[in-house]
């Protein structure tokens, strides 16, 4: 059944790519109907992503008549890929639609990422592989900073060297840990320096757990466990400490991809030491990580979009107060911290939690301390960062005048928000559901599924407690109602006795709210180097051009 | 029958916690004035100060969001939650199996996540320094409770097992737990001295935060001094007499607890030492290192 699905889904990757490419040309009176036109398409290809999840069908593969001599394309459609498919399909049309609403960003350019990460997770042999990935990389102008885009570039070259190998072939060996180590080698280092995304992340799953072999070895997972627990701490501390709304995002997103690291590595060392139950519940806490990655990740950047759009400035020291003129975005920003920390009943929750039972039973080992404490950490500093990006940006008053006249999102850019906010929150309230809808991919990485352990209940019991945490607070709210009393008096914010600001200060001393202080970098920062922002097809046409030259050095 | 005991159990436990908190707060409040040289107040006088401010007229900064208005009421919920996961005088009560070590550490992060929000809310010079000063704290008090619940539910499942284990006398035998329960104690000890973050609540709202601060401050004393002391609790098939028993070993268990409350407060002042803090993560992440080897 999933035969007729993967044509149609390269159809979709195709004239994304020309969608993308044409973006470049067109007049920007064309603009909207490309933006209408690759949600339509990421929309259907998200519901294609979905039934092929939902039927649980044999893998299919598709041998194209394309590429270089000898070399045919190959893709597949396996459960591992409908999943991540359907992530970045769904994280893909809400951009898409909400860029063509807002032009934030240029919708053209994410049809492009998306045709780029589409063809990444379809691909089937090395060549398909490094293609996608040249068109991610490519495509993405929206890197901001020379490190991300020489990782990325650096993934691109360590994937060339798989030109013309395809990955059944791989499967077939005896000794595949050649094939791990490929990406593994690429993978840590960008994760260590946060430049991973959720394409990365499935690169690392496809290649440590799928490709890797039955028995990899031990310090291959603790190679892996070191960069993922390296990759969560800076991450959260770059969301803890970052200036910019969209660098706290970033570094929230880039916890995650550490989180996804340290999944992995449980999981290599579980299949080391042939523990399947270690296997899959460090898979399963892996495929976590990457969904809240991947939505949470989305959800982020329209909310970094909206803010700069709306607000005028992306700094947390010129923002201030947006949840009274932006309320449908802060109730967004909500979803995307309850994704990337640890709040109860959240995404993020869930992923912390089958992390910590996954080290639990893991073989013992004091090394294994440092990955609790990096974990430990890390989720504290992801709640640091929620408290500082809510409360300086989305609280107290405005500090400036863009941020006082702020206006929320219009209604038609609304929907994709709307739907990322929807699928964080059935994430972490329906862990069991989404389990029983991974279960495939989760047997295809771990070898042994969830099976009927995938319950409405398990693994946490979240409905549960969500239940009683309602009963009470319905209890609470009750009582403070039956007991009344007179209602509030609004009066101006007091300022502990000190005297109002005066006229030339409309917007309050701005000393008087904490802002760039609230939790300073304790630690020297390095300055960012940015790289020109140019448009995505001269670096794709770039990218492809070094990598047919280096390919035809290396045959 | 273990149904509508464990049912029965629970709503006990939870009446006793929520009729104990405020008296708990009076005893810790009247010893920390008499230790002190100061007019000791009657044990009752936080009942009296919430009673006093649910009939004054509240005022609310015109700065203020929803946020202000949701964040008292959810303060005093997650803090019944949380109390209602810890036991205190019996096992097996009806809410055992969801009381899982890691979801209460992540509970009681929300606890003090949300005051600190509300503190930032209207927008004032002092609600936003002691949110910063919260926030700064809470990287390693926080850190410290992950780690030491983590270590903690490595004996066991839930906190009833982990319990268990502490009545079979495996808590105190081990390194790693003993270093695990000290870091929690030092993490309540800053938790419970840190002075609550109220500057912007008036009337009603301030009572609330007053009773989320009480239930907290209760469900800290209930974790460590269970953990600490795991004896004289009621075991889940117990009669009347176990339920007695266990009862007035909680009492006694809240009494020994109150004191080292009494004696930070006493000699440490207004304000926790940052020494605590680090203090706690050191002894976490050395705990972490003994219970993972």
């Known amino acids: ?555 | 029958m273990n149904i509508a005991i464990a049912c029965a159990g629970q709503i006990m436990h939870l009446a006793l916690v929520l009729a104990a908190a405020p008296v708990f707060t009076g005893v810790v409040e009247a010893l920390t004035a008499w230790f002190g040289g100061r007019a000791v107040p009657s044990i009752m006088q936080p009942w009296r100060d919430v009673a006093r401010l649910f009939a004054k007229s509240p005022v609310r900064p015109s700065s203020a969001s929803v946020v202000s208005t949701v964040a008292p009421m959810l303060s005093v919920a997650l803090a019944i939650l949380c109390a209602a996961l810890i036991p205190s005088f019996m096992l097996g009560m009806a809410l055992a199996p969801l009381a899982d070590p890691i979801t209460i550490a992540a509970l009681l992060i929300a606890v003090r996540i949300v005051p600190v929000l509300a503190a930032m809310d209207a927008g004032t010079a002092e609600g936003g320094i002691a949110a910063a000063e919260s926030a700064q704290a809470a990287v390693f008090t926080e850190t410290a409770l992950l780690l030491a619940l983590f270590v903690l539910s490595l004996s066991g499942g839930s906190l009833d097992r982990i319990l268990v284990s502490g009545m079979e006398g495996a808590l105190s035998t081990d390194p790693g737990f003993v270093l695990a329960i000290a870091a929690l104690a030092l993490v309540a000890g800053d938790t419970v001295v840190r002075p609550d973050m109220d500057t912007a609540y008036s009337a009603r709202d301030l009572a609330l935060s007053r009773i989320a601060g009480q239930v907290r401050m209760l469900v800290w004393c209930d974790l460590v001094g269970a953990l600490a002391l795991p004896f004289g609790i009621a075991p889940s098939d117990g009669g009347p007499l176990d339920w007695g028993i266990g009862i007035a070993v909680w009492g006694g268990r809240l009494g020994l607890a109150a004191l080292p409350l009494v004696a930070l407060r006493v000699f440490g002042g207004a304000r926790p030492s940052p020494v605590l803090g680090r203090l706690a993560l050191a002894f976490g992440a050395v705990s972490a290192g003994v219970g993972l080897l």
């Open chain 1, 1 to 555: 059944m999933t035969d007729p699905i993967l044509p149609l889904l390269l159809g979709i990757v195709v004239a994304l790519t020309a969608l993308g490419a044409a973006s470049g040309f067109v007049a920007r009176g064309f603009r909207p109907a490309i933006g209408l036109a690759g949600t339509a398409l990421a929309g259907l290809g998200a519901m294609l992503s979905l039934l092929a999840l939902a039927m649980r069908a044999d893998p299919a593969g598709l041998s194209l008549p394309l590429g270089l001599p000898g070399m045919a394309l190959r893709l597949a459609l396996d459960p591992l890929a409908a999943l991540f498919l359907t992530v970045a399909f769904l994280a893909g049309t809400a951009r898409i639609a909400f860029a063509a609403e807002t032009a934030a960003v240029e919708a053209g350019t994410l049809a492009l990422r998306l045709a780029g990460a589409m063809l990444t997770i379809l691909a089937a042999d090395g060549t398909a592989l490094t293609l996608g990935l040249a068109l991610t990389v490519g495509a993405g102008n929206g890197a901001r900073s020379l490190g991300i885009a020489g990782l990325g570039a650096l993934a691109c070259f360590a994937a060339l060297s798989l030109v013309g190998v395809s990955f059944d072939a791989v499967r077939g060996e005896a000794d595949r840990s050649w094939a791990f180590w490929i990406l593994a080698l690429a993978g840590p280092g960008a994760l260590a320096f946060g430049a991973a995304r959720p394409v990365f992340v499935y690169g690392l799953l496809r290649f440590a757990l799928d490709l890797g072999g039955p028995s990899p070895p031990v310090w291959g997972a603790m190679a892996l466990l070191a960069a993922g627990s390296a990759g969560a701490v800076f991450g959260g501390w770059r969301a803890a400490t970052g200036a910019e709304t969209d660098l706290c995002l970033e570094g929230l997103t880039d916890r995650q991809s550490g989180l996804a690291a340290i999944g992995v590595g449980l999981a290599l060392l579980g299949k080391a030491s042939d523990l399947p139950g270690l296997t899959t519940l460090a898979v399963v806490a892996a495929l976590f990580a990457a969904l809240g990655q991947g939505l949470g990740g989305a959800l982020g950047q329209i909310v970094a979009g909206a803010v700069h759009t709306n607000a005028g400035s992306r700094r947390l020291t010129s923002l201030g107060g947006l949840i009274h003129s932006m309320p449908w975005v802060a109730t967004a920003l909500a979803a995307v911290l309850l994704a990337g920390t640890v709040l109860p009943l959240g995404a993020g929750f869930t992923t912390f939690w089958l992390l910590l039972r996954s080290l639990a039973a893991a073989p013992r080992g004091i090394w294994l301390a440092g990955v609790a404490t990096a974990l430990a950490l890390s989720a504290v500093l992801s709640g640091v960062a929620l408290i500082r990006l809510f409360g300086v940006a989305f609280l107290g008053r405005p500090r400036g005048p863009r941020a006082a006249g702020a206006m929320d999102i219009s209604k038609a850019a609304r929907p994709g928000p709307w739907v990322l906010t929807g699928a964080i929150v059935a994430m972490g309230l329906l862990p069991g559901p989404v389990l029983m809808l991974a279960d495939a991919a989760i047997g295809q990485l771990a070898g042994l599924p969830m099976g009927d352990r995938a319950g409405w209940f398990d693994p946490l019991p979240t409905l549960p407690l969500l239940f009683v945490g309602a009963v009470i607070g319905g209890a609470v709210v009750w009582a403070v109602r039956r007991r009344g009393g007179p209602a509030h008096r609004v009066v101006p914010p007091w300022n502990e006795g000190f005297a109002p600001s005066p006229p030339w200060l409309p917007f309050g001393e701005p000393l008087t709210q904490s802002a760039g202080g609230f939790f300073p970098a304790l630690v020297w920062t390095r300055p960012r180097w940015r790289i020109p922002r140019v448009a995505g097809l001269p670096m794709l046409l770039a990218a492809v051009a070094v990598l047919l030259a280096a390919l035809a050095v290396t045959r």
